[in-house]
Structures are given as structure tokens and as C-alpha cells.
């Protein structure tokens, strides 16, 4: 798999561009968060302008996850605004789509997003979420790790595999003062790549603050931890291409608020690598 380590960026740096690779939006501006060249799978920011629509059937070869940030959207029907969500399977088709006042989109794609071949059909076995208003969504304490069950962690489940239930998107919301200063703990790694955007707060950890708008990339066993937060922070999390295991490492590695910002991410991303201090969201 050839998608590179990228923790962590923060969004706002990054220069929207126009048009979906693969040309089945070539109407919309995006932010490609990352992408592995060899299955073409992708993580984007997808920018709708106010007017914009397709009132023609379009159908796509992957899987796409739509996670709303702010305006909204209509799709088939169902209007996504900000905190909606949905997993359309590759080859569904989307009989209509509309956004009258623009939208900002968190979209992912399991493969590159051009056009089905004629006749193609969605597997009935994929995933397949519409309309789910996640801010209603009640949440969720229960912890899978009772190790990390001090944390305090809530979550709500967007999406799991009802086949491979490590294949999952949720939302995580930590609470503050997590990690007292001069605190030491394992680090922490997964047979399975995980991947995360801030939704607001922060979390601290060994590349620095990330805050609302900041997004990594970890392919599987990669170490990382401990993290922290004062403020509390909430993210959409996806687990890809593994099974989804916390595995403790045997050393305790100390824990700082005050880590500088030090990235490790591919070399086309340096340019953009700086402290974003502004008040954008992304």
C-alpha cells in the first residue's frame, strides 16, 4: 500500500484546487488530505459553490463517505447539512444532488472517483448509510480497550463493516484535563491504519497541538502517544485495512503540553507544514 505517513497537517494551509480526480465532479474545489497512488484511494476536503447541482444520474466507481462541515447538501433527496453523514457504495447510483447555499465536505473514497462502466451495480453487501444526523445521535461511553476506559471517551458509530467490523468511521470525544503535566505512559500502535480530522478542541501529542481543522494519516504499526488535551476535543476516526487491535508498547514514554509542532508527513506536503493560527475551521 503506497499511502505515505502524514501526522499531522493542518487543512487550512493546504490550497484548494479544482475538480475530483477522476473527473466525475470536475465542478467542485478540493483539498487532497492524502492519497495512495497505487489503489487511488483518497481523504479530501470537497468544496460545493452555492448553486451548484446535478440533476443527471451519476454513478462512481468507490465508495464514498461524506461527513458534512458546514452548508449543506442534498443527495437522493436527503439533505446532509453541517454534522450529517453518509456511505454511499461504489456504483450507487445518486439519481439527483443540489446545494443551494454551497458546502464543505470531509470525503473519502476507496478508490479513484471516475465514472461506473456501464452496467455496474453496487455489491448488496456494502455499506450503504443515508440521511444520518449525527449531532442527534446520542453518544456512546461504552470502550472496547478497558485500558483506555480512564480516558473518559464517548463516541458515535457512523459506519462499521458488517463483515470486517475493524472497518469503521465514528466520531470520539475526549474530555478535558486528560494527562496531568510530566505524565508518562506506553505508546500504542494498531495492525491497521487509522486516520483522523479535527472537528473542534485539540489533542496533544509527540508531532504537537493538533486543533480543529488538523488531519492525519497512520499506516499500521506505527507508534504513537501518549496524547492529551485540556481543553477536550472531538474528531472523526477511521479505522482501514486491518484488523482494528491496540497493542501497548513496553516503554513509558513522557507526555508534554508544551510539544512544539514537528511533523512527519511526504515531502510535497513541507511546504504547507506551519502552525496554523488563525480562526477558519478549514
Known sequence: MARPLTEFIYAQNLPWTQGLPGAARDDVDVKILSQDNESGEMSLLVRYPAGWSRPEPEKIAAEEEMYVLDGAITINGHTYKRDSYMCLPQH????????????????????????????ATPNSKAPHVEGLDV????????????????????????????????KATFIISTPPHIYPENWACPTLTHPCAEESFMLSGDMIGPHGRMTTGSYFWRPAEIAHGPFGTRDGGMSLIRFRHGKHVNVWGAEQTPFSYDTAYQPAIPPALKKYATVYEGTQRF
Do not use: I
Not at 92 to 119: Q, Y
Not at 143 to 160: F, H, T
Open 92 to 119: 450507487f447510483t445518486r439519481t439527483n444532488a443540489v446545494s443551494e447555499t454551497g458546502c464543505v465536505a470531509l470525503t473519502f473514497f476507496d478508490a479513484v472517483p471516475a465514472e461506473s462502466k456501464p452496467g
Open 135 to 166: 449531532y442527534a445521535m446520542r453518544w456512546d461511553s461504552k470502550v472496547a480497550d478497558p485500558s483506555l476506559e480512564w480516558m473518559g471517551n464517548r463516541r458515535k458509530v457512523l459506519r462499521m463493516d458488517p463483515e470486517h467490523n475493524q
